[in-house]
């Protein structure tokens, strides 16, 4: 499997942009990708206050320029030259310090034709912000290039620290038209059929969590997302959201979609996935599929419950009551169903029936007449049980 590593997961991408570069991406390490997009990107509807903005900068030269996403400042240059401004702008801001809040905005300022003068690697506005601050900035005029969401905290501490400040509005992130998939999303996450899903702005985080609250799962996601899900975010800003909750995140070095995705096919595996040895054979549970001595074998969601359920006991008997409790019921988005009866025994019949034929290999799951059913690893026979894997991953 080293060259699909996430065969056997699946991966919600929540992405505005690139989605389709990173689905591609995934899919090519192995995984199923579920996409779910979380926000959308909004033009401003009146770009007088750019326009504005723009003209204060070319009349009265600033000291300081902060860009904060690569995006924001392309858009900027862009509409810029709708107004025949565009080269005016670039010459204003030649002459200028740049300030580049991480390696995006870097490359667009570079794209640009343009230098940046500091660039802290983690995309962090403290960082910029604490650059600043260690300089006298009574009577500087800064230019600070927004990025959908409100700065009070960067806007408001420039200002008290003497910064006269000139806001330089490009975009906003607005919430998905459409939150079916995302809500769909949600449900699989805290039913434990999705693997990991990926982040790769806090706004998607925000709106994640929002949607979430809208159904009443806010504390259910979160609490998924500690334990089975893995949360795998493009940077420390991106994590934040998540970290601020007590969700611990996986996320590359380096702020890019390519590192992000070898990062979760190097996490993933490790984080959820579980093996047994089985009359013989070396099993490894993923997401919604087993390896059976290498080879991958898809399973559908109620056999693959059973089995996570008897591979917790190797070689003990599960009971038929107790298997009734672990078969997903799909009454709300994902298949969560709070307080729905458990399915019957018949469900269970049914779902271990389903699950030997996906197995593809008999004697692994042997009946225990009147009692109920486990997996054949029986230390008496010399078959020794083993089982690794975290205790939420199985």
Do not use: K
């Given at each position: 499997m080293k060259d699909a590593p996430l065969a056997g997961f699946t991966v919600g991408v929540t992405a505005a942009r690139r989605h389709e570069e990173l689905t591609a991406l995934l899919e090519r390490k192995g995984a199923r990708v579920v996409y779910a997009p979380a926000i959308r990107l909004v033009p401003l509807a009146d770009d007088a206050e750019l326009l504005a903005a723009t003209r204060e900068i070319l009349a009265d030269p600033v000291d300081d320029v902060i860009v904060t996403t690569g995006i924001g400042f392309r858009a900027w240059l862009e509409t810029a030259d709708g107004w025949g401004l565009r080269d005016d702008l670039i010459k204003r801001l030649g002459d200028v310090r740049i300030l580049a809040r991480g390696p995006k905005a870097k490359g667009?300022?570079?794209?640009?034709?343009?230098?940046?003068?500091?660039?802290?690697?983690?995309?962090?506005?403290?960082?910029?912000?604490?650059?600043?601050?260690?300089?006298?900035?009574?009577?500087?005029?800064?230019?600070?290039?927004?990025?959908?969401?409100?700065?009070?905290?960067?806007?408001?501490?420039?200002?008290?620290?003497?910064?006269?400040?000139?806001?330089?509005?490009?975009?906003?992130?607005?919430?998905?038209?459409?939150?079916?998939?995302?809500?769909?999303?949600?449900?699989?996450?805290?039913?434990?059929?999705?693997?990991?899903?990926?982040?790769?702005?806090?706004?998607?985080?925000?709106?994640?969590?929002?949607?979430?609250?809208?159904?009443?799962?806010?504390?259910?996601?979160?609490?998924?997302?500690?334990?089975?899900?893995?949360?795998?975010?493009?940077?420390?800003?991106?994590?934040?959201?998540?970290?601020?909750?007590?969700?611990?995140?996986?996320?590359?070095e380096r702020a890019r979609l390519g590192a992000l995705v070898r990062t979760l096919a190097a996490e993933l595996p490790v984080r959820r996935s579980s093996r047994v040895a089985v009359a013989g054979h070396a099993i490894e549970l993923r997401g919604h599929a087993v390896l059976i001595d290498g080879q991958l074998k898809p399973i559908a969601p109620a056999p693959m419950a059973i089995l996570r359920a008897l591979a917790r006991r190797p070689g003990h008997v599960v009971s038929r009551a107790e298997l009734c409790t672990v078969l997903p019921s799909r009454t709300l988005p994902g298949g969560v169903s709070p307080g729905r009866p458990s399915p019957d025994e018949h469900a269970v019949e049914m779902a271990v029936a389903r699950l030997r034929r996906g197995l593809g290999r008999g004697g692994l799951v042997e009946t225990v007449v009147k009692r109920g059913y486990r997996l054949a690893c029986d230390p008496v026979r010399g078959e020794p049980a083993r089982f690794t894997g975290a205790p939420e991953a199985v």
């Open positions: 667009a300022v570079r794209a640009a034709g343009m230098a940046e003068a500091w660039s802290p690697e983690s995309e962090n506005c403290d960082e910029v912000l604490r650059h600043l601050l260690e300089e006298d900035l009574r009577g500087r005029r800064i230019a600070v290039q927004l990025y959908g969401d409100p700065t009070p905290h960067l806007i408001g501490t420039l200002r008290r620290a003497g910064a006269d400040v000139v806001e330089v509005p490009v975009y906003q992130w607005a919430r998905t038209d459409d939150p079916t998939p995302l809500r769909r999303l949600v449900g699989q996450a805290v039913a434990g059929t999705i693997d990991a899903i990926t982040f790769t702005s806090a706004p998607a985080v925000s709106a994640t969590l929002a949607v979430a609250a809208d159904d009443n799962l806010e504390d259910p996601l979160l609490e998924a997302l500690r334990t089975q899900v893995v949360a795998a975010c493009v940077g420390s800003v991106t994590a934040a959201p998540l970290e601020e909750r007590d969700v611990a995140t996986v996320r590359p």
